[in-house]
Every structure is written in C-alpha cells, then in structure tokens.
T-cell receptor, first 114, second 115 residues
C-alpha cells in the first residue's frame, strides 16, 4: 500500500521568511496530493491540492510542486506570518472505486516567530 | 449549513466498555469516513462509506464497526474499548471538487480516553 513520509517534523522560521515542507510517496499510481493545516485543538483544513497531471499550483502565498518521477511533492509558504503557525499534513491518494483513500504524512509543526 | 458535526467532544471510557461516536453532515455528500489521529502518526483511515448501505475498511479497522443507514449519518462503534484506542477521532465527508477529486471536510473531532 501507499506510504507517505514527511520532513521536517518541526520547522521554525522568522516572520517574512519562506518555509518548505517536503513529502515523498511510494505508490506511483497515486494521483492526488492535498495539504492540510491543523491549528492546535482544531480540525484539519484543506489549504491546497494538486493532481498528478499538474507540476505546480499556486494560491496567494502558498504553492505546491509535484515531481512524479521522483515521487515527491512540496509545500512552499512565502512571506510567512505568525498565523501560519500550525501543523501541516501532506497526503497522497489513489481513487479507488470512486472513493479517495488518503494516506497522510506524520505532520510538520511550523512555528513562525514575530 | 452546520457542515460536519461530531458528538461527543470528549469521552472517557473504561476498558471493555462500548460506545458510539456520532457523525452527521448536512451537505448531501456522498462519501463519509472516519480517521484516528495519534501523536506523531498523522491521520489514519478506519472505515469509509461510499453511500447509504455501503461501507468498507480502511487502514486500521480492527475494534471498530460502522454502518450508514442514511446519507447524513455515519456512526462509529467501539465494541470493547482498549487503551490502544485512546486517540482523537475525526469524521469527514467528501464532495467532488472542481479538479474532479474529492475534497474532504473534517468534523471538529472527538477526544477519547480509555483507561
């Protein structure tokens, strides 16, 4: 089955710096890669996603890149702000009988210091 | 819309007790699923449903049962609670997004402790 590894487990940056979180996946059939943000004590919320036929996707200060050959994808956050502090999870999935079984990475705790 | 709701928010059980975690969604989503979240392990899929009357196992199904009698509700039953089931449980429902993939919406979670 699919296995997703995520690095680093913690990341500390200064406000205004960029942050990059990396994930690798094992199943070449995976075709959907979402990123979730989870604030302390809250539910995970989708912040950006990418399909396997797209190499990069941007939404304001966040972007995701995908390298299918190397089977890795990354989340890039530019001009970080204190409110970006949270745990970020990557996931990979393959559509199976219509349902998207997500396999999650173990999370990255991002701390943005003012 | 309330979105995805879960009850209770917190629960303490003794080993061997049974209970049901409730999940409901009012978005008419076809797919629903249950995850557990443990420290350092991300979220893991327990069971999922592709429609009323249809359920299937996820990554970690042992010790849990589900049923889906209506589109709105997807309860998770713990048959005989064990300390290893201490976790935060999230229910999610899915809809087809504009990129033809299923975007999952999570409920607020239930924090379960088994002593």
């Amino acid at each position: 089955g699919e296995n997703v590894e995520q690095h680093p487990s913690t990341l500390s940056v200064q406000e205004g710096d960029s942050a990059v979180i990396k994930c690798t996946y094992s199943d070449s059939a995976s075709n959907y890669f979402p990123w979730y943000k989870q604030e302390l004590g809250k539910r995970p919320q989708l912040i950006i996603d990418i399909r396997s036929n797209v190499g990069e996707k941007k939404d304001q200060r966040i972007a995701v890149t995908l390298n299918k050959t190397a089977k890795h994808f990354s989340l890039h956050i530019t001009e970080t702000q204190p409110e970006d502090s949270a745990v970020y999870f990557c996931a990979a999935s393959m559509k199976n009988t219509g349902f998207q079984k997500l396999v999650f990475g173990t999370g990255t705790r991002l701390l943005v210091s003012p | 819309n309330a979105g995805v709701t879960q009850t209770p928010k917190f629960q303490v059980l003794k080993t061997g007790q049974s209970m049901t975690l409730q999940c409901a969604q009012d978005m008419n989503h076809e797919y629903m699923s249950w995850y557990r979240q443990d420290p350092g392990m991300g979220l893991r899929l327990i069971h999922y449903s592709v429609g009323a009357g249809i359920t299937d196992q996820g990554e970690v199904p042992n010790g849990y049962n589900v049923s889906r009698s209506t589109t709105e509700d997807f309860p998770l039953r713990l048959l005989s609670a064990a300390p290893s089931q201490t976790s935060v449980y999230f229910c999610a429902s899915s809809r087809l997004s504009t990129n033809f993939m299923y975007e999952q919406y999570f409920g607020p979670g239930t924090r379960l402790t088994v002593t």
